[in-house]
């Protein structure tokens, strides 16, 4: 459904401020009441593979994912093992079809799934249909491999924008209880400043849906983008602890996340070139560099972090696979 209805709903959602959320915040009950949880922090993962997603951005054609993807995420499991640390794995479809092994060994880690998008393609870049179809190949691609039933969603560059208040009508349709989509605060590249900062329901025409956004600090007037694995890379650790402190301090928990390539260290420079060229390749090298600054560092990081709080899956943090649409508000 597309139209002023549904652009509506969507303003109010992004808000947490709709018709249905009159007393919202106030009126909290058990199993949902704030007091009955004690404050752990939710680990995510977007699986996904570093090289294909650059020659389709830059091809505009679908390769099939590397071994990398699954190199990479196998240590960062391992990584989360070691700690006793469980995440939600938002996985590519295309990997799921591809590995599906890779899939079933975070399964059998008591790891949670989730849906990724079938390939890296932003959600605004779709129509209806088209998105439909992507995210219900993926989500029977994940639960084929996995054995069990997904829960959540996160789109590709958190490209859930009011350009398609539909989306959300789509994944409840599909059985999804919550999406992770919404960024509150605004970067170069994406992000809603006038988003909610705390989990809401979402109401659609089938049934509720619970949006988990990610995480942003205020600071006086400002909104500051936290918790994700560029932040961990590129800032100082100084400025992920000093971040996660003042969500603690408002009792909300963070919602950290980051691709398994970032832990990468080796670079298929040949691969490249023969997907795109040298001339292509040069081209994009900057965006390379800036990928590819700080991975060394990732691992000391994201351990400092393992070791220091407890982290587990979006769905447990918030509960919402006890009670469908039950946010942590």
């Avoid at 549904?6 to 009159?22: C, D, I, L, N």
């Avoid at 789109?155 to 989306?167: D, E, K, L, M």
């Avoid at 000093?242 to 832990?263: D, K, S, T």
Wanted: glycine share 8%.
């Amino acid at each position: 459904m597309v139209g002023d209805e549904a652009r509506r709903r969507f303003q109010s959602a992004k808000t947490g401020r709709g018709p249905a959320e009159e007393g919202f915040e106030e009126g909290l009950k058990s199993p949902c009441d704030l007091n009955s949880l004690p404050l752990q922090h939710a680990l995510s993962v977007d699986v996904e593979d570093w090289s294909n997603v650059v020659v389709f951005q830059q091809r505009g054609q679908f390769v099939p994912p590397t071994e990398a993807v699954v190199r990479n995420t196998e240590i960062l499991l391992e990584l989360l093992l070691e700690h006793k640390a469980q995440a939600t794995w938002f996985v590519l479809g295309e990997v799921a079809e591809s590995f599906p092994y890779l899939i079933r060994r975070l399964a059998g880690a008591d790891q949670e799934l989730g849906v990724h998008g079938f390939h890296h393609e932003y959600v605004w870049s779709l129509s209806e249909s088209a998105f439909r179809d992507s995210i219900r190949r993926a989500k029977n691609a994940v639960e084929q491999a996995a054995g069990k039933p997904v829960l959540g969603h996160r789109a590709p560059a958190f490209s859930i924008t009011n350009q398609v208040p539909w989306a959300f009508d789509v994944l409840a349709e599909l059985g999804f209880h919550y999406d992770s989509s919404v960024f509150p605060a605004k970067t170069r590249r994406y992000g809603d400043n006038g988003a909610s900062l705390r989990p809401y329901q979402i109401q659609t025409h089938y049934g509720s849906l619970t949006e988990v956004p990610l995480s942003a600090v205020k600071l006086g007037p400002w909104r500051l983008p936290c918790c994700g694995g560029g932040y961990l890379r590129h800032f100082p650790l100084a400025y992920t602890r000093w971040a996660m402190r003042m969500l603690e301090r408002e009792q909300r928990p963070a919602v950290v996340y980051l691709h398994p390539y970032e832990l990468d260290l080796s670079f298929d420079r040949d691969y490249l070139i023969r997907q795109l060229g040298m001339e292509k390749l040069t081209e994009v090298w900057w965006r390379v560099r800036m990928q590819y600054r700080n991975r060394g560092k990732t691992v000391a990081r994201l351990r400092h972090l393992l070791s220091k709080r407890r982290f587990e899956g979006i769905a447990r943090v918030f509960h919402l696979d006890e009670v469908r649409g039950c946010p942590y508000a």
